[in-house]
């Protein structure tokens, strides 16, 4: 599971003000002589369901349906464990206030720990708390070994936690304390840190857990977690609550989210020094797409300027709707993060925020552009671990990062509805498992502590970020068995449209960068209902097929080349080739409805020959007749 929940915080509502909390004495941690105020119920009664504008249309003044169905499940069975899993943007911050506020008022608690990833999100829990008067100090160290009387509780990592377990022990024994765990699965992210938490907060008077994103895809248990088995004897977690990204979208709490495809072609040197080539998307090998992908991202070729150039002419147009719509591109690491900032200011013409996860500065960044109305930010994973921006609209994922927890994380951060009818729209390069996250968006995991024996070695359960570091590993050490005399050198990229991707369909067809049919989909408006937003792209999908029939029409019969005329480089053949039959393939794949894939590999049984990268000049131009014919005999 992996979780993505981000605290909702932002300036008090007028309600908010009104409200007067009540006070009674408590028990200061590790000091029984002071006293502390606790929260009344009238906090809990004006609870806003976010703060500004962060709540879906229709509902700020009042509890959403499922914070509202949750509180109920909670409070009728009173459970000492409770896990609630509600998509990113949802409101899970709101849900953990109001309980904690109500757990106060009804004296069944004293405290309040919350638990967080990371320092900057400490400070939104703060934050949040205090609007609905409960006092938190994200300020507290390990060294301090206690707070003052005047919090009701603090806001901690896991990380600090995990560094002086007895010490936190402690302070959850002082005092009958509700511990508020955010992101719940990173307490599993190493066996030592489940320990640590399972030993701090084991005598907690309740415990809330708290999930965005679907569970982590390793087997390390997570505390405070119930597993049963199921019919295949695998152990999987059991959530009390959940609210899903699909319904939060029938709801209106959450946007609904536009996919900007590109493919393009890739020329890059190996370490061992051969020339290679390949386009993204095209059905290659895993390091194929890995390398191609990464060539793609490299900042001195032509694919990512011409997607960046792209994603702001989108920015721009959503921004005659909402005004102070963002825009943020997450980066791999710092260096390729400030040639996007750069390659940004000059399409833009204005000052790029860039925040780098390990400077001390970047969660004031964060704020400071939180709350202007700049166009773009750049980040280095920072955005992934539960930053609330809400005015973020428009995204481009130029990261390496391929799980489907840091992808979901990622995506969280776009989906959070202010008011009726906004759409995000995320900038994807064309990879078989960003396609394969991006249209599973709805999907639902539990946590397994077992995985299936299939014969795989990797098994049921593969583990993603595992995989990654073996092969990693395997990498670095044929490097150094080998000692190879070059290293990995992008020689050039070429961007070209290739489809959207809503609402697990397809619209559109593969076409050159500022062509008329990529500025037909990215000018799509910003402001619209999820039906509209399909009926446009079906109508704009069509125009574009008509288009590319008038444009076979009008192209003349080629003519019997000049023999004096020098003959292209078979390269550059090949090249040509190669894109226009995988133009008519996405065309007649928009026209059958069948995948790319499908269709190439009909065209392959049909034809012979390999696939597309090593196909011949004659087999490709067999391929092309073929679906033209297809073509044809579907429009007659």
């Known amino acids: 599971m992996h979780v993505n929940s981000l605290p909702d915080s932002s300036p008090a509502s007028d309600q908010l003000a009104e409200a007067h909390p009540s006070t009674a004495l408590a028990t200061d941690p590790l000091d029984t002589s002071s006293t502390a105020p606790v929260v009344g119920g009238g906090a809990a009664e004006h609870l806003s369901p976010s703060f500004p504008e962060r709540a879906a249309w229709g509902t700020a003044s009042k509890l959403r349906a499922w914070q509202s169905e949750a509180l109920e499940a909670y409070f009728t069975h009173q459970p000492r464990d409770f896990l609630a899993a509600a998509t990113p943007g949802a409101g899970k911050t709101t849900f953990a206030l109001r309980l904690a506020s109500e757990l106060l008022h009804r004296g069944i608690i004293d405290r309040v720990t919350v638990v967080a990833p990371t320092e900057h999100l400490k400070k939104q829990w703060a934050d949040a708390a205090d609007r609905v008067h409960i006092r938190l100090t994200p300020g507290f160290k390990n060294s301090d070994r206690r707070y003052g009387s005047h919090f009701h509780g603090v806001a901690v990592t896991y990380a600090q936690v995990a560094a002086r377990p007895a010490l936190h022990r402690e302070l959850t024994e002082s005092a009958r304390s509700l511990v508020i765990l955010d992101e719940v699965h990173h307490g599993g992210d190493a066996l030592s840190w489940g320990e640590a938490i399972r030993e701090a907060f084991a005598p907690a008077t309740r415990r809330l857990s708290l999930t965005g994103t679907p569970f982590r895809s390793d087997t390390s248990p997570i505390p405070f977690v119930s597993y049963l088995q199921d019919e295949h004897g695998i152990r999987l977690s059991q959530t009390d609550y959940n609210y899903g990204y699909g319904r939060a979208l029938q709801d209106g709490v959450v946007r609904p989210v536009l996919f900007m495809v590109y493919a393009g072609h890739m020329r890059w040197r190996s370490k061992v020094g051969d020339e290679m080539e390949a386009r993204l998307g095209e059905g290659n090998t895993k390091d194929i797409t890995s390398q191609a992908w990464r060539v793609a991202l490299d900042p001195s070729g032509d694919w990512i300027p011409s997607v960046l150039a792209a994603a702001n002419r989108r920015l721009s147009e959503v921004r005659q709707g909402i ?145 990654m570091v073996a092969e990693a590993n395997v990498q670095d050490k044929a490097s150094d068995a080998l000692q190879n005399d070059f290293a990995f050198q992008a020689l050039g990229s070429h961007a070209t449209f290739d489809r959207v991707m809503f609402e697990g369909s397809d619209f559109g067809a593969e076409a050159p960068v500022d062509s008329d049919e990529e500025l037909d989909f990215i000018g799509i408006p910003g402001l619209l209902e999820p039906d509209q937003v399909r009926e446009l792209l079906q ?69 012979g020959g390999p696939a597309v990268p090593q196909a011949s000049v004659t087999q490709l131009q067999s391929r092309i007749a073929t679906v033209r014919k297809w073509m044809g005999a579907h429009h007659s």
């Open 539 to 607: 109508h704009r999908q069509a125009r574009q097929q008509r288009h590319a029939a008038d444009r076979r029409k009008n192209t003349p019969a080629a003519s019997t080349p000049n023999a004096e005329d020098p003959a292209a480089p078979l390269y550059r053949t090949l090249a040509e080739q190669r894109k226009l039959l995988n133009s008519l393939v996405g065309i007649w794949s928009k026209t059958s409805d069948q995948p790319h894939g499908l269709v190439h590999a009909e065209l392959r049984r049909v034809c």
């Open 323 to 467: 005004p102070d719509a963002g825009g943020l591109v997450i980066a791999t690491d710092q260096f390729t993060a400030r040639a996007y900032a750069a390659i940004l200011e000059n399409v833009s013409g204005e000052p790029v925020t860039v925040v780098l996860s390990d400077e001390k500065e970047a969660s004031g960044r964060i704020e400071e552009y939180s709350k202007s109305t700049r166009r773009w930010m750049v980040a280095v994973r920072m955005v992934s671990e539960g930053v609330d921006i809400p005015r973020l609209a428009v995204g481009v994922y130029a990261t390496s990062a391929s799980t489907p927890l840091f992808f979901a994380q990622a995506i969280g951060r776009f989906v959070r509805a202010r008011r009726r009818g906004e759409t995000a729209s995320i900038f994807l390069p064309n990879v078989p498992g960003l396609m394969a996250l991006a249209g599973t968006m709805e999907m639902e995991r539990d946590h397994a502590l077992d995985r299936r024996d299939t014969g795989d070695a990797e098994g049921d359960m593969w583990n993603p970020e595992d995989a």
